[in-house]
């Protein structure tokens, strides 16, 4: 059983060499072109590309939006040292300066010199942790550039909205509410 069908073959004297030598390279030939396999081998090999691709494919926007994020959050822990590094010192605030958070009220003992800047729109007031802090326009305008949602109050010096009913009343800058 060690001899293959060729060797039987050409022992009984059914073939001889120079066909064994053509059976063998035409064998070979058609290995090579790939004419051996299949219609079903081509199709699973073009299903399993075409699978490979997507993958590939989901696997690059997968990366993309980790590397989004990382960018994110590289920017978040950027702007939180901003703000811890640029806020001002409220010790001495003996008036009270009112502003709202969403829907509540709330209240923080500044200088009266920060509560002019904060009324021309110089300072700001950003939420930082569970705390609000007093920072410069600078820092105001790189934190609505990157999370407006942690700015808080912050009076643009010549904005006004074109369909206010009261832009006509101007208010004191004295008002206390």
């Not at 030598?21 to 073009?46: L, V």
């Not at 930082?128 to 912050?154: C, G, K, N, S």
Request: proline share 4%; net charge negative.
């Amino acid at each position: 059983m060690a001899n293959s069908l060729q060797d039987q073959l050409l022992k009984s004297g059914l073939v001889d060499e120079q066909q064994l030598k053509q059976a063998k390279s035409k064998k070979r030939k058609q290995k090579r072109a790939g004419g051996g396999r299949a219609p079903a081998d081509a199709e699973r090999r073009a299903a399993a590309e075409q699978a490979a691709a997507e993958k590939r494919r989901r696997d690059q926007e997968l990366n993309r939006e980790r590397e989004a994020d990382r960018q994110r959050k590289a920017e978040l822990v950027a702007l939180w040292h901003l703000v811890r590094d640029n806020r001002l010192s409220r010790d001495g605030g003996d008036v009270a300066y009112n502003f709202t958070d969403g829907s509540a009220l709330k209240r923080l003992y500044v200088t009266a010199d920060q509560q002019k800047a904060i009324a021309g729109g110089e300072l700001a007031i950003v939420r930082h942790d569970d705390f609000y802090e007093i920072v410069p326009a600078m820092v105001a305008e790189r934190t609505e550039q990157t999370d407006p949602a942690i700015l808080v109050v912050w009076n643009k010096p010549g904005e006004a909205d074109p369909d206010d009913p009261y832009a006509g009343f101007e208010v004191p800058d004295d008002l206390m509410w």
